[in-house]
């Protein structure tokens, strides 16, 4: 139910017209300004309304880049593995839900044990090098 949610409202914020309804909102806040005496409150309620858009929408970005930086990488996993054409379900994997990325990374994971060995040389030169580069960004 949340990736469905957070799948809708992250379309519907990254449309020109959520920029342009929120260009709107700070334009007529600041217009109001001299109306309120430039007042604490009048302060307040915007700098509210951001933070809390900011704090909802941090998660929601997460979120969204989370999925699809993992089905874009069990995508290329998919054409570096086949050599015959990709497998037509991979082309929707952003549409599927968690546990089915899940299970499809636990399947390129036992085909990547599988064919270590069998593997040239320059490949595994390759895999170390991005083991390294991963263990490095998550310290």
């Known amino acids: 139910m949340f990736r469905k949610i957070a799948n809708y409202v992250s379309i519907l914020m990254g449309a ?17 300004g001299p109306l309120f005496n430039f ?21 929601l970005i997460q979120n969204t880049q989370n999925r699809d930086g993992k089905a874009l990488q069990l995508k290329l996993d998919e054409l570096i593995r086949s050599s015959i054409p990709a497998r037509d379900n991979f082309l929707d994997l952003e549409d599927m839900t968690d546990q089915e990325l899940t299970d499809l990374d636990n399947e390129f994971k036992l085909i990547h044990d599988r064919y270590q060995n ?10 170390k090098k991005i083991v390294e580069a991963q263990t490095k960004r998550h310290k």
């Open 118 to 127: 069998k593997a040239p040389l320059g490949v595994h030169k390759l895999h």
């Open 16 to 32: 020109p017209a959520a920029f342009a309804a929120a260009l709107i909102l700070v334009i007529g806040w600041a217009v109001t």
């Open 39 to 59: 007042s604490n409150t009048w302060q307040l309620f915007i700098n509210t309304g951001t933070t809390i858009m900011t704090f909802l929408m941090v998660f």
